[in-house]
């Protein structure tokens, strides 16, 4: 009877074990295949809801990104992106003759979580810069940076391509006491991605 209980256990335990390692294999494939391991180039339209001091511009946009980031055992994203949003340039009457140019690039990391392999939510950081200048007199003009925040969440619909939509919001940087380019983005993007 004892060597019967002990087979018992023994054989649990191996089952146990290879069931251990086939999870393992499964997690470390799903990681391995999963599309947000890649670099990505993408096209993307929206909305910018900026102002300055107390006027608002609000203008429709085209955006351009180029990154890449990285799935992890435990489905963590960590990654970086080169973002521009292209507008029209907006003029500020009531300040000096200043216009704001409609270029904004941005760099962001990003760190988010993937669900059932083919969903990520993600947040991000980064920095944007912006040019203010005076259409009266070219040579006064400033570019500065200002900090952004921002989260999305993004759908894999196969290997190749998935849509993204996302919000930052521009803490905007000052001029003259008025803070400038400080507001929303909102953004849907269609990404082509390749893997490592």
Partial sequence: MKKV???????????SANADVAEEVLVEEAVRSS?????????GIGGSFLKCGDLKANRFMGAFVLGGGKVFN?????????????????????????????????????????????????GKLGCAWSKVSNYNNGADSKTKASVVLGAGVEKAFCKKFSTALEGDYNFGWKKDNVRYNK??????????????
């Avoid at 209980?5 to 089952?15: E, G, K, N, R, T």
């Avoid at 599309?35 to 096209?43: D, M, P, Q, R």
């Avoid at 500020?92 to 140019?101: D, P, Y």
């Fill in 5 to 15: 209980m002990l087979s018992a256990v023994i054989c649990a335990m191996a089952f």
């Fill in 35 to 43: 599309v947000f391991s890649s670099i990505y180039a993408g096209l």
């Fill in 74 to 122: 435990n489905n963590v994203y960590l990654g970086g992106e080169f973002l521009s949003d292209f507008m029209k340039n907006r003029k500020w009457e009531n300040h000096n003759n200043l216009q704001s140019k409609g270029y904004f690039p941005q760099v962001d990391v990003k760190a988010g979580y993937v669900f059932r392999n083919n969903v990520l939510a993600y």
């Fill in 183 to 196: 507001g929303w983005t909102v953004r849907a993007l269609v990404k082509y991605n390749v893997k490592y």
